[in-house]
């Protein structure tokens, strides 16, 4: 069986946190190796912590997320960071895929999709999920801002997880499914096994510890 090692892993969502936003950010994670963003946080917020860890960033949109203005131009995307949007990466030896945004809740607005739509962007992805199973390589994380149907979304429809996302995780079995967008409930686990995947809910940040190596 193959070797494997166990990274650290700071995954943000949603809710820009003193902890993270500190100057002690070096000294409370010394020890992270990669960061993954689920969306829905303000760009400089990104770089500062791509640029104080320097380590890789890798990102989702969420649906809030928006171009940065500044008094002299237009930002579209977080400095330093790498957008993981619609493709699958090798990133600190895992495999990693992502698909922002969230359900379509009103008829215009950046980062938002219907479930059919949601469906063929996932469809897409299908050719490369397919040569990375030829090659025996199982996905490792799945990144998005949204929950699967079912699992940690809401009642009211702007926050209703994706069905499509169920049959994802069904289909490719990746080890983590990770997600921000809704908010925690008291009483409600954080991580949710569905079949063989871990379903984790992040609302601010948390250290994830992942071992490499795996198949």
């Excluded at 409370?28 to 640029?51: A, H, K, M, N």
Aim: charged residues 25%.
């Amino acid at each position: 069986m193959p070797m494997s090692n166990t990274i650290s892993i700071l995954v943000v969502s949603d809710v820009v946190s003193r902890e993270v936003y500190n100057q002690q950010i070096r000294e409370l994670f010394s020890g992270v190796s990669l960061v993954l963003s689920c969306g829905d946080l303000p760009y400089d917020y990104l770089e500062y912590i791509v640029t104080m860890l320097d380590v890789p960033l890798l990102y989702v949109h969420g649906n809030h997320d928006r171009p940065l203005r500044t008094d002299h131009s237009e930002i579209p995307a977080p400095r330093g960071c790498i957008w993981v949007e619609g493709r699958i990466l090798a990133e600190q030896g895992l495999l990693i895929a992502g698909l922002g945004g969230s359900i379509r809740y009103k008829p215009i607005g950046a980062h938002q999709y219907t479930e059919w739509e949601m469906r063929k962007r996932v469809g897409r992805l299908a050719p490369r999920f397919w040569w990375n199973r030829l090659r025996g390589r199982r996905l490792d994380i799945f990144l998005a801002h949204a929950p699967p149907r079912g699992i940690h979304d809401e009642e009211d429809f702007a926050h209703h997880g994706f069905e499509t996302f169920r049959s994802l995780i069904e289909r490719q079995r990746p080890r983590y499914f990770i997600h921000g967008h809704t908010q925690p409930h008291a009483g409600v686990p954080q991580v949710t096994r569905l079949g063989e995947t871990e379903v984790i809910h992040i609302n601010g940040w948390r250290v994830l510890e992942v071992c490499i190596g795996q198949d």
